[in-house]
């Protein structure tokens, strides 16, 4: 699965509860884009989420 290479975010699981209680299983995926980023004045494709990208811990290139 797809994993921030900034922060490490990715995948979180728990559990659909029903009215009547009944529980299945849940998967909640980050919103992880693959961007072109600067990295030491060159560009590189990464996997970042978008809250480093609005945060501005990478730079986009």
């Known amino acids: 699965m797809a994993k921030?290479?900034?922060?490490g975010k990715?995948?979180?699981f728990g559990n659909n509860v029903s009215h009547s209680h009944?529980?299945?299983n849940k998967i909640w995926h980050a919103n992880i884009?693959?961007?072109s980023v600067l990295v030491g004045?060159?560009?590189?494709?990464?996997?970042v989420c978008t809250?480093?990208?609005r945060?501005?811990?990478v730079?986009?290139?």
Do not use: D, P, Y
Request: aromatic share 0%; net charge positive.
């Open 59 to 61: 730079e986009r290139g």
């Open 33 to 35: 884009q693959r961007v």
């Open 51 to 53: 809250s480093c990208l």
């Open 4 to 7: 921030c290479e900034i922060c």
């Open 41 to 47: 004045g060159a560009k590189k494709k990464m996997n």
């Open 22 to 24: 009944r529980r299945s």
């Open 55 to 57: 945060s501005g811990k």
């Open 10 to 12: 990715g995948v979180h």
